[in-house]
């Protein structure tokens, strides 16, 4: 297979996913749509106005990110690992890829594009709900920082997603890290507050948080202000890309668990 | 040059099952070939290995000459697959199923549209291609299995248990379909349970039992390993049936 012949093959791949979800956006884009519709409701409209300002700025200014944030990383967790899991365990139509001569890293290359597109619109998505909350008050710092950071978060996410679609055994085994581990992380990663307005021993916990970092990158975009420094939280986004992309090789090399 | 060439092949699963225990057989190019077996012998596990959906334990296996080991990318091009199992997204169309296939191979949609099309047409499902995979028959779903195995236009079809399930008028039409493309150079494998349907169709044969090649050769070759006396009960199937039940058959 020449380069030109695997970019169609990954593109192939990619086209297919987003065909899928915007088939099935119900399904796909619509629940972030009503999250954060319920969030900025909630923590914005009602609970905001008695909050007052967070790190100099209104209190739904500063969720806005975080909120932002949460969706992109659910989202492109979610559908690595969905679809990946989906193709090998129902009607194993991951078969079809197989026997083809597009070599594994391609393929890899191919989920992952799925879950950077869906997570970097959804992203958008709530972006643009969250405009009509905040009056078109939306402060942007700088939109290369904002973009970088959803990229790469997008990345990351989707290449975890990937890990656990590869070692999944049912359907269970997919929901379970969102539910139990992401979710949490992103909710105490301080999307809701600064770190600075917590107690000591429970802001030493938060800085051993990942997503703290990623949501405190992405806010800097924003706000221009941030509670660590954005070198910090770049060189732990790239900490965690190397990380994740050599499990996914070392799995590569292995077959991915995808042939007896 | 030879289509597939498998030499001292062997297969232990990690359940501890060895499904081939040193299996060397060759197809030369253009062949029509029967791999025939009885359930279990380990004839999808052959096809599996040569396919790259199984790992295997032991021994080498080429295609047209490029090892799978050595060069997986221009062996597996050279093929196409049409599986035992049915093992596509039934909520996708005929239609993107087909064309996707050809992606997957490096093919661009400009040149695969034209080419599902024309193979879904070819193979009755004309009416069905813009339909959800849910609403196909079975004998359907294979034909739509064999349409995405050849819109690569592979040098070499693997055919797994094909026509289980397909009437008998269908059956019919679709070895005339296949017959006019080996008449056009494609080489085939086929594994079935209709021996009639082998003796017909297949000029070579290899007999697999427990994962060990009984007996291989020309159809001729095969069909003279019986002496044509009548079997003591009354029931007699075509004489190829015999050879394979005294090849296979633990009594
Ligand atoms: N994934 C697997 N894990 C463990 N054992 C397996 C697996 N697949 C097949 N086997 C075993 O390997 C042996 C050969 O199976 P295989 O599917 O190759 O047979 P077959 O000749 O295709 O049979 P059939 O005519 O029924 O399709 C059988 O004993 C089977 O139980
Ligand atoms: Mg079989």
Known sequence: ?260 | MQALSVSNLTKKYASGTEALKGVSLEIPEGDFFALLGPNGAGKTTLIGIATGLVNKTGGTVSVFGYDIDKNPEEAKAQLGLVGQELNFNPFEKPFDIVVNQAGYYGIPRSKAIPRAKQLLEDLGLGEKMYQSGLTLSGGMKRRLMIARALVHEPRFLILDEPTAGVDVELRRSMWDYLKKLTAGGLTVLLTTHYLEEAEQLASHVAIINKGEIAAQGSMQEILAMHDGSESKDGYRGGKLEEVFLMLTSDK
Request: charged share 10%; glycine share 8%.
């Open chain 1, 1 to 260: 297979m020449n380069n030109y012949r695997r970019w169609i093959s990954f593109y192939t791949m990619v086209r297919r996913d987003v065909v899928r979800m915007f088939r099935i956006w119900v399904q796909t884009f619509l629940p972030s749509v009503v999250t954060s519709v319920l969030y900025f409701l909630v923590f914005g409209t009602v609970l905001g106005s008695r909050i007052g300002d967070m790190q100099g700025v209104p209190y739904m200014t500063f969720v806005v990110p975080g909120l932002v944030m949460l969706s992109i990383v659910t989202t492109s967790y979610s559908n690595t690992s969905f679809t990946f899991f989906s193709s090998k365990f129902f009607a194993r139509s991951i078969d079809e890829i197989l026997v083809s001569p597009t070599p594994p890293w391609v393929m890899i290359a191919g989920f992952i594009g799925g879950g950077l597109i869906r997570g970097l619109l959804t992203g958008a998505i709530v972006l643009l709900v969250s405009v009509f909350f905040t009056e078109l008050s939306l402060s942007v710092h700088s939109a290369l920082i904002i973009l970088g950071f959803a990229l790469l978060t997008c990345l990351v996410f989707a290449l975890a997603g990937l890990v656990n679609g590869i070692y999944a055994k049912s359907i269970d085994g997919i929901n379970l890290v969102p539910t139990f581990v992401l979710t949490p992380l992103v909710y105490l990663g301080g999307v809701f507050y600064s770190v600075h307005s917590l107690p000591a021993w429970w802001q030493a916990i938060t800085y051993a948080n990942p997503l703290f970092y990623l949501i405190n990158g992405f806010r800097y975009g924003f706000l221009g202000t941030a509670d660590v420094s954005l070198w910090i939280s770049v060189a732990i986004l790239g900490t965690m890309i190397v990380v994740l992309v050599s499990i996914n090789w070392y799995l590569i090399r292995k077959g991915l668990g995808l042939r007896q």
